[in-house]
């Protein structure tokens, strides 16, 4: 079945060095990408997605590129502050929208002064 | 704040008991979708209802089940309750069943089965 992966946290940076949360899939057909965050104590929020091969979604300095050849689509931002520390999950949605999504198993990032 | 409410925000009871959760979804959104995160498990889809329809399943256990009412609000009711059923439970909604609808997340019920 369709499932996703994520690298394993916790990912532990300083503020302005560049991140990368590496994420592949599985899926049959072509779905569609997705990365969400979660701040402590709050639900997830929609960072940005990608619904073809090689669109590039972007969002508050995050940007990732769906890869069909490589099936990834890895998270990355150039300078991380502070307050980007969260969880990260990348997911997929099957159906070619936002149903039924599936997450992969989140990557904790902290960022110190 | 993404509009969706759930309540309560915390719930500690002990096994074998009944709990319910509730969601109150977007204003004009019409589906409703509830996700369990725990962590041996990750987030896992448990269902779907659109204006008060069954519409998808996943991974719900028959101990557990939901509805969504005519005001659009839904409830999962969890019975039996084990321990492995600690979790933090969140909703989400979008307005509609898939396509160009985002999915809103709630900030979800904390579960502890004791």
């Known amino acids: 079945g369709n499932s996703v992966t994520q690298m394993e946290g916790p990912v532990t940076l300083s503020e302005e060095a560049f991140l990368t949360i590496n994420c592949t899939y599985t899926a049959t057909g072509y779905p569609s990408l997705f990365w969400y965050v979660q701040y402590p104590g709050e639900g997830l929020q929609l960072l940005l997605k990608?619904?073809?091969?090689?669109d590039k979604g972007s969002n508050k300095g995050f940007e990732a590129t769906y890869r069909k050849e490589t099936t990834s689509f890895h998270l990355e931002k150039g300078s991380v502050q502070v307050s980007d520390s969260a969880v990260y999950f990348c997911?997929?949605?099957?159906?070619?929208?936002?149903?039924?999504?599936?997450f992969g198993a989140g990557t904790r990032l902290a960022v110190h002064p | 704040d993404s509009g969706v409410t759930q309540t309560p925000k915390h719930l500690i009871t002990a096994t074998g008991q009944r709990v319910t959760l509730r969601c109150s979804p977007r204003s004009g959104d019409l589906s409703v979708y509830w996700y369990q995160q725990s962590l041996d498990q990750g987030l896992q889809f448990l269902i779907q209802?659109?204006?008060?329809?069954?519409?998808a399943k996943g991974n719900i256990l028959e101990r557990f089940s939901a509805q969504q009412f005519p005001d659009l609000h839904s409830e999962l009711n969890l019975s039996s309750l084990e321990l492995g059923d600690s979790a933090l439970y969140f909703c989400?909604?979008?307005?509609?069943?898939?396509?160009?609808?985002?999915?809103?997340f709630g900030n979800g019920t904390r579960l502890t089965v004791t």
């Open positions: 989400a909604s979008s307005a509609g069943t898939g396509g160009s609808s985002p999915l809103h």
């Open positions: 990608a619904t073809k091969a090689d």
């Open positions: 997911a997929l949605s099957d159906g070619g929208g936002y149903n039924k999504l599936i």
């Open positions: 209802y659109y204006n008060g329809e069954e519409r």
